[in-house]
């Protein structure tokens, strides 16, 4: 099967940033969000990121508009119902990613692939509720979505082989490197780094070391482009301690376990770069402020 159209459900900032990814390597994609408010600033942030793209001659006004040209908003899920492959990009949330995916089986043709961009959940779990489990896998990009190169495709025991070949086939034509990663709790990236960021809070909550240090040492020390703790606060805070309670519900890991100092942070709405205060200040450009 050929892909040629692409859905996208939930327009934040993943959700956002994959919808552009697929408008630049030439796909029709439809995103949705539950408001037009939602929707508009999802939107925006496409249109704002190209224009920087331009600014830096990265791409030129044309091509920016035909990007664009290429995406269309909607508050109706229905309207994916001409799609061959829909990614579910919304919150870290098992019930409401199991109500979408019920929904798209409803609606979408025999043939559509369903992908979902969680970083954690289990997927098998998510694919009981369509009766097209050999068309579910995972599609996990990482933030953000058009610079980042790798792409995890999370495999079910049910997702069919073609299915498989398909979703590799798309990713690549998105420019992307693909690793195969198991169903299970974390898949390989984040099973690898965050204990490691999670850590990193310990530290600066036990007073060991300041948010600054340790994030020097890890750039300078271990060669990382980005310290723990400002790439925490990029990927945002709320996300973060959802995946991690997530995996440590399944796991009783203790290393997943969240850290206290990460759950008040999240209480106060320090959630990061997104609301402009974390670890860190950020002004409304997503820099960091000195």
């Known amino acids: 099967m050929e892909i040629s159209n692409v859905g996208v459900v939930g327009c ?13 390597s030439g796909y029709q994609v439809i995103i949705s969000e539950i408001n037009d408010e939602l929707l508009n ?11 920087r793209s331009v600014e830096k001659g990265k791409l030129t006004l044309e091509n920016k508009e035909a990007v ?8 109706n899920i229905n309207d994916f119902t001409d799609c061959d492959l829909v990614i579910e990009a919304v919150i870290e949330n098992m019930d409401l990613k199991k109500e979408i995916f019920a929904e798209l089986d409803s609606i979408c043709h025999a043939h559509c692939i369903l992908a979902t961009n969680t970083s954690c959940l289990s ?28 792409v995890e495709i999370v495999r079910t025991i049910a997702t069919g082989s073609d299915t498989l070949e398909i979703a590799k086939d798309f990713a690549r034509s998105l420019g992307k490197t693909i690793v195969i990663a198991p169903d299970t709790p ?21 007073g060991i070391a300041t ?35 997530a995996i440590y519900e399944e796991t ?22 997104k609301v402009g205060r974390g670890f860190y200040e950020w002004d409304s450009q997503g820099q960091k402020e000195t």
Not at 188 to 195: D, E, T
Not at 254 to 273: D, E, H, N, S
């Open 12 to 24: 934040g900032l993943m959700g956002s940033g994959i919808a552009q990814v697929c408008a630049q």
């Open 211 to 245: 948010k600054e240090d340790i994030d020097t040492a890890v750039r300078l020390g271990l060669g990382y482009p980005m310290g723990p703790l400002e790439l925490q606060d990029v990927v945002g805070l709320d996300t973060t301690l959802a995946v991690v309670q």
């Open 252 to 273: 009783k890991d203790l290393k997943f376990a969240p850290p206290t100092l990460l759950k008040k942070m999240v209480a106060a709405g320090w959630l990061g770069c």
């Open 41 to 51: 600033k999802g939107l925006t942030s496409i249109s704002n990121h190209l224009a």
């Open 68 to 75: 664009l040209s290429r995406i269309k908003g909607t508050t």
């Open 123 to 150: 997927i098998t779990d998510i694919s009981r509720l369509t009766r097209r489990p050999d068309k579910v896998l995972g599609l996990h990009f990482f933030n953000p979505a058009p610079v980042m190169k790798l």
């Open 186 to 206: 974390g898949f390989i990236v984040n099973r690898l780094q965050l204990p490691f960021r999670l850590e990193a809070i310990r530290m600066v909550e036990n």
